[in-house]
């Protein structure tokens, strides 16, 4: 049993709820391993790795990043940085009841047509809208791009490169039990159409680690990936001072000017967030999973791991 996993990095008994965390500092982790690790959703993390093997498959010249897709005006781009014009299902009321109800996901056809996900809600590039269904368009294109289903795609082009071998893609309910954390899901991971990583939280930090230190993408593609559109300005509970979002990272600046990184992700019952920032030679990459507390407070807590770990490497 995992409950309650204390914190040991001395943080107000206010924040020493059940979580999971797991830290770097320069490439090395420097907190404690489990020697039974859980498994935990990763939620919107897994938009971080769907972009992650887009963007090798620009790299290999299988996709393009700024061509419009075949029948449409937008391109992989505005997918990985939802500026294609598309809605999400999270708008949907019946969407959250059903879920709520704990039923069965929806057919993606069917879900859809709920939407009417094919219609544009603004011109692409125009305007900027957080959409779920771009993602799982970004995963149909993987699977074509691959020819392989998106779980062995993923596989291939960039967990197994990265050394990430403890993840895989949830399919049905029981995917999600266990006692990770003294918690078990009645939830269908249907219901993330653009699929849904589980597996450690420290192969979260390891994974976006490797991947900004620049080992799996050209210097150039990295560098696209991180190109940010700023999304306003500081947001009520919250630690962003100017939140932004690049392909398929949540990046923004911080109290202190620092820029972190990453993605949050969250779904019934948890919240996941995974962020990495480098300050010249000190570079450090936090993962936290929690059942406990909301995104802002998980999102303020990474931030103050990092800020530690970057005070102390300096």
Not at 53 to 59: H, K, P
Not at 87 to 113: F, K
Not at 135 to 140: G, I, K, N, Q, W
Not at 248 to 254: A, C, Y
Request: hydrophobic share 45%.
């Amino acid at each position: 049993m995992l409950l309650p996993l204390r914190l040991f990095t001395g943080l107000s008994s206010l924040l020493e709820y059940s979580m999971l965390i797991s830290t770097l500092s320069n490439g090395r982790f420097i907190t404690p391993s489990l020697q039974a690790e859980p498994c935990v959703p990763w939620w919107s993390f897994t938009k971080t790795v769907l972009a992650a093997t887009a963007l090798t498959l620009v790299r290999d010249g299988r996709l393009a990043l700024d061509a419009a897709l075949p029948e449409t005006t937008y391109t992989l781009r505005q997918l990985l940085r939802h500026e294609a014009g598309l809605a999400d299902y999270g708008e949907l009321p019946a969407y959250h009841a059903a879920v709520a109800n704990h039923e069965s996901a929806w057919s993606a056809d069917e879900m859809m047509q709920r939407l009417d996900g094919a219609r544009l809600r603004y011109a692409p590039g125009a305007g900027w809208r957080y959409s779920n269904v771009g993602y799982m368009l970004v995963a149909r294109l993987i699977e074509r791009a691959t020819g392989l289903p998106l779980e062995e795609a993923l596989r291939q082009q960039v967990l197994a490169p990265l050394g990430i071998l403890s993840v895989r893609l949830a399919t049905k309910r029981s995917d999600l039990h266990g006692d990770y954390l003294g918690h078990s899901l009645n939830y269908d991971p249907g219901w993330v159409y653009h699929g849904l990583l589980i597996g450690p939280v420290s192969q979260a930090a390891l994974f976006l680690e490797r991947l900004l230190a620049g080992t799996l993408l050209p210097g150039n593609l990295l560098q696209e990936m991180q190109a940010t559109k700023v999304l306003g300005g500081p947001m009520a509970g919250r630690p962003w001072i100017a939140p932004g979002y690049a392909l398929g990272l949540m990046r923004g600046t911080i109290e202190g000017g620092l820029t972190l990184a990453g993605h949050t992700g969250c779904g019934p019952g948890s919240v996941v967030a995974v962020y990495r920032c480098a300050v010249g030679e000190a570079i450090a990459c936090c993962a936290v999973f929690s059942r406990a507390l909301d995104e802002g407070r998980i999102e303020a807590l990474v931030a103050q791991e990092i800020r530690k770990v970057l005070e102390a490497v300096r």
